[in-house]
């Protein structure tokens, strides 16, 4: 093939030798940075965290802490990651349950109008996702226009405190934030599917939702899985949405207890270690999507 | 796809005559309508789906209400951010201390906002659009594990890794300031796998039998990936640069760490820690809009510069531009 | 380690959410022994916290009854008596999100022809590790008591020169020589404040003042989803312990924090404990009933009131005898600042009454200013007469708890029952 046989190889190596060299210096090196921290000592006077370069000198303290944090009698850490994982499942299936069919609408049906409905799916990137979340929180107030919608309609009969350590909130919560990612991956990999073949299913005699099933769905596997895991990855570390719709320990996620320990010196270490916990928990999704691509990228030739 | 037809042998037929219908015989009951003939509307495939687009239309009311009350807020006359109180411009021009032009702190943390998200997308767009057709098409262990150092550095939480990048300007590369230099090296890093990811899979899609075909009429192998790749990429290319442009122009958590004095302070920082009273309120909400300002008109102009450079060489489709730069 | 009522502090009434933010003050400022042997630390370009190996003299804590004298180091001195402000300068002020009136900087640098630049920082923490890489030339600092030991050993804050600061005469006098830093060698003060707690009395039937222990308040079911406490470790890991009536507010008692550790947990699950800092804007916009507050933060509540509900159904409680929580910040001059004089300039212009009342009437905390007396600031509109529990008497200062340095150790400990109690939000 074109690039397997090439014997110049040397100009694809070119190509990517910028963003190696970038990602070494300016990725890889502050990598390292975290795990002296993870691995290091804490200075006696500001209790911040020393970084220790040689890793024949690391010590397990900060991982023994977070250890300590998961499992024993002064234990708090286990539900609240139990807890991450579900709100992250939840809001993913949530968040793949309304992004598909609005994707598959703009692909498949929109038309003379794609463009304007591609802009408005685009458009919440370009407003400050904080801005987004305090319009939010002003409409779920006590009294705010939600709960006076909802009513009216007589959905509710009392106002609902939302923002009073809800599940629910913060799950919309992670949805809402993640969900153009997430729609514009699918309308990526929705456009690809070559409307030949849904034609040649109809042809065959299949109705909408057969076609759907057995047509549409198995070719935008790929982009699912890719979809899912450009979202879901992120998700798992939030902590924002919970600390912006909800400000209660009983909705906290792991991002919460990563970031107040990364913001407190003297548990910056075990910040850092949690983090890399976190990172390796995260390592199987992460070399699946790669693996994913690779094989892809064989194929697809 | 062309449907190969195989050719039959040949065979001689004599020429049939088709039957001719005359009709029911003479005394036979009138027949039955065809059910086939009328179906139910929505047995139609090709109907309109009314259903899937209502949706679609809640979901974009669910996504852009709250945009939509935010830049309305930033008319407000008074300075709540939830009770209106007048239209006015004052959060931008009016408001005499407040206002977006005279208060010297918001001003030039727009003016920082614009040149980080500038400085950034031309750096990081360019670097990763190369690496993913590097990556591409160069197998080899190096490759894939940097592949995975890429897809690592969009998972990593953000707050670790500006921690990360704090201990390094501070501590190992401290001939780079904290400042904007060192915002922009932190920011080109942590939205490097925009362009990298999507382009990428824009490489997978696309394959490389364009750049065989123009190789074999000749064309060198830069030639072919200079008139043939990158034009076919252009999509993906310019849809990663606005995802970079407006993720530099939202980034709070790496920005703050790597920020010296007040003018590296860019609009998100402000918007995520302002003043209050007086200065505060709806000039936030100002900030935010003149935010979706600057990524609109960036997105205008890079359609508009995409359909000037692409004007000879486009299909018959109208929409052809908007729609392929999504098709990534 | 105080806490500081700045601390992860964001405006627009909406919740704090600065990822930096949050808690914690510079923990460790167990100042220990901050002798010559941090003077490798902060100043020098390649600054690394590593650099302790110098042996350290014992620790100095300062407390109401263990007053420090800092040392003054040859080092960094104090700038020479009758020097002439600088020229085409710019004042570079690093201070809390909104903790200063853009009006008072505009004032002093038309009065002394400067550029005023204010820089922020939302964490002590934050802030301390920007000095400490000495990149930065900020002339005047904001910092809390607990953390004065560190900056002083490390020398990133300069000893003061008193000729350019006539105007402490207007301060209380118990600030000329506090007992964190006798003969305010390198500080002044800058705002007082009280942490009580907040109710809203259209909706909440006790009064706190009618009660045996107001502190045991917010803990009750019937109010749930309506209670929060302020999102900072000595502050609520205090109330911890002023609820079970443990007063003292350094303790390093692991039973004392046990049980306040699990008084805090407990109302956890009771109410549905929201933790935040804005107390300023959930109480008035009734987000909030019971809230664990700041002083200074209720005082500016009348500007958070929605349309037609009066101020005065806030109330504000601090403890009759004077047994709560009390604090001030002090400013400070940098040492790696280029504008010396007119930083001294500057602590000496905050200290005027005008300007202080102009400050009050910005960011509602008091300052410890003869004239900053309840009457005056009702008079001035600056106060609702139904806050002025909100007002800080220098009485209070002789009874009341403060939220002092800790010893590393303890302060790790306090950090992670907060941490236990708080899931990190």
């Known amino acids: 093939m074109w690039d397997d046989r090439d014997r110049n190889r040397w100009v694809w190596a070119a190509f990517a030798m910028p963003g190696i060299i970038w990602l070494a210096v300016l990725f890889i090196v502050p990598f390292y940075a975290v795990l002296a921290i993870a691995g290091g000592k804490l200075n006696e006077i500001f209790e911040s965290p020393i970084p220790v370069w040689d890793p024949l000198h690391w010590t397990a303290a900060n991982f023994t802490a977070v250890y300590h944090d998961f499992v024993g009698q002064s234990a708090f850490v286990g539900p609240i990651f139990v807890r991450t994982l579900v709100y992250v499942a939840i809001a993913s299936v949530l968040s793949l349950l309304i992004a598909y069919p609005a994707a598959y609408f703009v692909t498949r049906f929109a038309g003379r109008r794609k463009v304007l409905f591609l802009a408005l799916l685009i458009a919440p990137f370009w407003i400050s996702y904080m801005m987004r979340m305090l319009a939010w929180i002003d409409l779920l107030q006590t009294d705010g226009y939600i709960n006076r919608a909802l009513v009216d309609v007589h959905l509710i009969s009392q106002p609902v405190n939302w923002l009073g350590g809800k599940s629910i909130t913060v799950i919309l919560g992670l949805v809402y934030g993640y969900i153009p990612y997430l729609i514009l991956v699918l309308y990526a990999g929705l456009d690809r599917i070559d409307q030949r073949l849904i034609e040649a299913g109809r042809d065959l005699g299949l109705n909408r939702i057969r076609t759907f099933v057995r047509i549409t769905l198995p070719l935008s596997r790929q982009t699912i899985l890719t979809g899912m895991l450009i979202t879901v990855l992120p998700m798992v570390g939030d902590y924002f949405t919970n600390q912006m719709l909800s400000g209660s320990e009983a909705t906290s996620m792991i991002g919460n207890v990563i970031d107040s320990q990364l913001n407190t010196a003297s548990q910056e270490s075990q910040g850092a270690a949690l983090s890399l916990l976190l990172l390796v928990f995260l390592l199987a999704p992460m070399l699946y999507y790669v693996f994913q691509t690779r094989k892809a990228s064989r194929e697809a030739v | ?328 | 380690m105080t806490f500081h009522p700045r601390e992860g502090w964001s405006e627009d009434g909406s919740r704090r959410s600065h990822p930096l933010s949050r808690r914690t003050f510079l923990a460790a400022a167990a100042a220990t022994g901050l002798g010559a042997g941090l003077a490798a630390c902060g100043k020098s370009g390649a600054a690394s916290p590593s650099s302790t190996t110098t042996p350290l003299a014992p620790l100095a804590l300062p407390r109401p009854d263990h007053p420090v004298t800092w040392p003054l180091y040859t080092s960094n001195t104090a700038i020479a008596d009758g020097l002439q402000p600088e020229r085409n300068a710019t004042l570079k002020i690093y201070n809390w999100v909104a903790y200063i009136n853009q009006k008072d900087l505009d004032a002093f640098g038309k009065k002394y022809k400067c550029k005023v630049e204010l820089t922020t920082f939302n964490t002590m923490t934050e802030a301390i590790a920007k000095l400490r890489s000495g990149q930065f030339d900020f002339d005047v600092f904001v910092p809390t008591v607990d953390v004065l030991g560190q900056l002083i050993g490390a020398k990133i804050i300069r000893p003061l020169n008193h000729t350019y600061i006539p105007n402490i005469s207007q301060a209380w006098p118990q600030y000329t020589s506090p007992f964190y830093d006798q003969s305010w060698q390198y500080t002044v003060p800058y705002t007082i404040y009280t942490t009580g707690i907040a109710w809203r009395k259209d909706h909440v039937d006790e009064n706190p003042y009618t009660m045996a222990n107001a502190w045991a308040m917010p803990w009750q079911a019937k109010y749930k989803g309506k209670v929060a406490i302020l999102d900072d470790y000595r502050e609520s890991m205090s109330l911890g312990l002023l609820k079970n009536g443990l007063f003292d507010l350094n303790t390093t008692s692991t039973t004392q924090l046990q049980k306040a550790t699990n008084s805090l947990l407990q109302l956890d699950r009771l109410v549905n404990l929201h933790i935040d800092n804005n107390d300023y804007s959930n109480v008035p916009s009734g987000q909030i009933w019971i809230h664990h507050a700041w002083s200074g933060d209720m005082a500016a509540a009348a500007g958070y009131m929605p349309k037609g509900t009066p101020v005065d159904v806030i109330g504000y409680w601090f403890p009759t005898d004077g047994k709560g929580p009390v604090g001030n910040d002090t400013l400070t001059v940098l040492s790696g600042g280029s504008n010396p004089v007119l930083a001294h300039l500057f602590l000496n212009y905050m200290l005027d009454l005008p300007n202080v009342l102009e400050n009050i009437s910005y960011n509602g905390y008091m300052q410890p200013i003869n004239g900053v007396t309840p009457q005056a600031l009702v008079a001035d509109g600056i106060l609702p007469p139904s806050l002025t529990s909100t007002v800080v008497l220098p009485s209070y200062f002789d009874n009341g708890l403060r939220e002092l340095e800790l010893a590393p150790a303890v302060d790790a400990q306090w950090n992670q029952d907060w941490l236990r109690v708080s899931g990190g939000v």
């Open chain 2, 1 to 328: 796809m062309s449907v190969a037809t195989p050719s039959a042998p040949e065979v001689i037929r004599p020429i049939e005559a088709d039957p001719v219908d005359d009709g029911p015989p003479p005394g036979a009951p009138p027949p039955r309508p065809d059910r086939r003939r009328w179906q139910p509307p929505w047995r139609n495939p090709w109907r309109r789906p009314w259903i899937l687009e209502g949706f679609t239309w809640l979901y974009l009311i669910w996504s852009l209400a709250p945009i939509a009350i935010a830049v309305l807020f930033s008319f407000n006359n008074g300075k709540s951010q939830s009770a209106w109180q007048g239209f006015s411009v004052r959060w931008y021009w009016g408001d005499p201390v407040n206002s977006i032009f005279h208060n010297p702190m918001l001003r030039s943390a727009v003016e920082q906002t614009l040149r980080l998200a500038v400085y950034t997308t031309v750096i990081a767009v360019p670097i990763g659009v190369a690496f993913a057709i590097g990556i591409h098409r160069w197998h080899t262990r190096t490759s894939t594990s940097f592949n995975f150092v890429m897809v690592f550095s969009y998972v990593i939480p953000e707050l670790i890794f500006g921690v990360a990048m704090f201990f390094l300007f501070t501590q190992l590369f401290t001939f780079v300031h904290l400042g904007t230099v060192a915002e922009v090296l932190g920011l080109v890093t942590w939205n490097f796998s925009w362009p990298a990811i999507i382009v990428l899979a824009r490489l997978v899609s696309v394959g490389s039998s364009y750049e065989e075909a123009a190789a074999d009429l000749g064309a060198s192998r830069l030639q072919a990936i200079r008139r043939v790749l990158i034009p076919m990429l252009m999509p993906a290319i310019f849809a990663s640069a606005v995802l970079v442009f407006a993720s530099v122009v939202d980034d709070f958590v790496v920005v703050d760490l790597l920020s010296s004095t007040a003018n590296t302070q860019p609009m998100s920082v402000i918007i995520y820690a302002n003043t209050h009273g007086g200065n505060g309120g709806p000039a936030l909400n100002a900030l935010a809009t003149m935010m979706l300002l600057f990524s609109f008109v960036v997105v205008i102009a890079g359609l508009v510069a995409y359909r000037w450079m692409t004007r000879g060489e486009r299909g018959s489709s109208r929409h052809d531009a908007m729609t392929s730069i999504a098709g990534m």
